[in-house]
């Protein structure tokens, strides 16, 4: 298969077979009928060694037949996420198109999990469907008040040790579960001094990476029990950034000035059995000029591969930040290009809040597809990615 511009081939045939080896070993249990939609997410992490697994054909077999749910073009669906304003808006989206993911937020209707609202969802899906929000606490919450507030990461650390807030976070994670939520955009990972209310300020744990290690991974575990997945944030590390990708360009210190802090907490935690979201940085050093990381196939390289920061390499789920409401990436690209961007340099899920545009997308991507530029084995390595993060195992 072709590689992804600026990505080696032989990268991108380990990673596809590293993605068939932990799926396999997650399929080999799916004769015992288990419902995958209530189980914990499965994650690489669970399973030591996966990566360097044989598969057996059987478990090929298995892995062939969950892609074979899909047409090509609800594959490249399953890579998407979109934010929804409420359960028809969901509910249609994924009956038209089969996205793999909903994004809960603040402009959300609460109906859609406080009424229940979610459970008409999930039956148009022909997999499970994540159910994705931003519960950080602090500034970045969506449902404290239905789920109980809880103070900024920073605060945490202050005034909580990481027994106290696995314990707080176990009892918000079951929370979050009961309303039908599965994935959480968060912790947040960032290693960051800076005032308050900057746009990492407060959201960060510490500016010292040990403390943001030992509060993420409390968080990290807790959330595995409760039954939610996790995803750090923001690769390769925004602490130290200069701007706010919301408002325009951010701007990271060069590469070799994040190794002993910014890419400390991700170089530890790798494999924990989150997944990642890589951040719309600048990052000299690292990313081509004005290609932030998160449309960037060195990123990526960076981030899967692992040995450029010292870390383990990553076979886990990579998701964009917001590609549609964020000025770093709206002024330099449309949703559409942003996607193919993102999914050709070897993220597996693209993030944005609307669903307006899905059908364009879709439509573009197809066309990447067809013209190799988005060659449709990585396609099938990030969908069977996705499935192993969110638990989707095949009944065969």
Known sequence: MAAPRGVPSTIVRKTLFAV????????AGCSSGGDAESAPPSTPS?????????????????????LERFTPREKLAQLLTVGVTGAEDAAAIVR???????????????????????????QEAKA??????????????????????????????QTMTPDQFYDATLARGRALRELGVTVDFAPDIDVSAQPDD??????????????????????????????????MKHFPGHGSASGDSHTGTVRTPPLDQLQA???????????SGAGVMVGHLDVPGLTTPDVPASISPEAMALLRDGSGYGAAPFDG????????????????????????AALVAGADNALWITTDAVPQVLDQLEQAVASNRLPMAQVDASVLRMATFKGAVPQC
């Not at 038209?96 to 937020?105: K, R, S, T």
């Open 20 to 27: 068939f080896a932990v799926f396999a070993v997650s399929a």
């Open 46 to 66: 669970d399973t030591p060694g996966a990566a360097a697994a044989v598969t057996t054909q059987a478990q090929q077999d298995c892995a062939t037949e969950y």
């Open 96 to 122: 038209a198109e089969q996205v793999g993911g909903i994004f809960v937020g603040g402009w959300t209707d609460r109906s859609l999990l406080e009424s229940g609202g979610i459970t008409g969802v999930e």
């Open 128 to 157: 499970p469907l994540m159910v994705t929000i931003d519960e950080e606490g602090g500034r970045v919450s969506r449902v404290g008040d239905v789920i109980g507030v809880a103070p900024s990461a920073r605060v945490t650390a």
């Open 198 to 231: 900057t746009v990492i300020g407060d959201r960060s744990f510490s500016d010292d990476p040990a403390v943001v290690v030992q509060y993420a991974d409390a968080f990290i575990r807790a959330m595995r029990e409760a039954g939610v997945g996790t995803v």
């Open 261 to 271: 802090v910014d890419l400390a907490p991700f170089r530890e935690l790798i494999d």
């Open 317 to 340: 789920p990579i998701f964009t930040d917001d590609l549609g409401g964020m000025a770093a990436i709206t002024t330099r690209l449309s949703i559409a290009d942003a996607v193919e």
